[in-house]
């Protein structure tokens, strides 16, 4: 008996220790993109502090002048329709530096695309999700955990290569997991898309 006791001690110690160390992951991660203040090209102020508010939050890094970012506007749309409803809200976020209002607006006339565009010109949101192409999409829970990240849909299968329609839509079955108070069953799918 007196062995076990000590054993006992060190597992609990480690596992202690590994939820310590999760902990401090998740709250530097928090504490990193609550400080991201991002202005929108419709002059909207958003701070990502407020994230935890929402049930679920789906970041999509993004570009205009992405072909693929360019067919994905009907679906993001109906995905932000859908379910905004559900306190899931959908923040396209634009990473460059080079900013061009007349573009913006001539691209939202051309795709009848509403939503928000945010400017991560210093690129911090991109470098702390480690995103790497447009589109790419970060699904956050409350707690601002990644559940979900990679790929929209399996629409493209390789740069210039692509379905006729999608067969599996990751980011909806996920966001669906989610509503259902269960585990995403796929928490990672490559993003095909404009190198960023």
Known sequence: MSLLNPLSREYSNRRLYKSLITFLLYAFTFLTISAQKLKSDTDHKFNFSDLNQNKASVIIFFDIECPICQKYTKLLKEINQKYSSEGIKVYMIY?????????????????????????????????????????????????NQTIYHGAIDNWFYSLGKSRAQATENYLIEAIEDLLKGENVKNKYREPIGCAL
């Not at 080079?98 to 991560?120: C, G, R």
């Not at 470098?127 to 409350?142: A, C, D, I, M, Y």
């Open 95 to 143: 990473p460059h530096k080079n900013i061009d209002k007349a573009a913006f607006k001539s691209f939202k006339t051309e795709y009848q695309f509403d939503l928000p565009i945010y400017f991560d010109n210093q690129r911090k949101l991109l470098s702390q999700l480690k995103g790497r192409v447009t589109p790419e999409v970060f699904l956050l829970n409350s707690q």
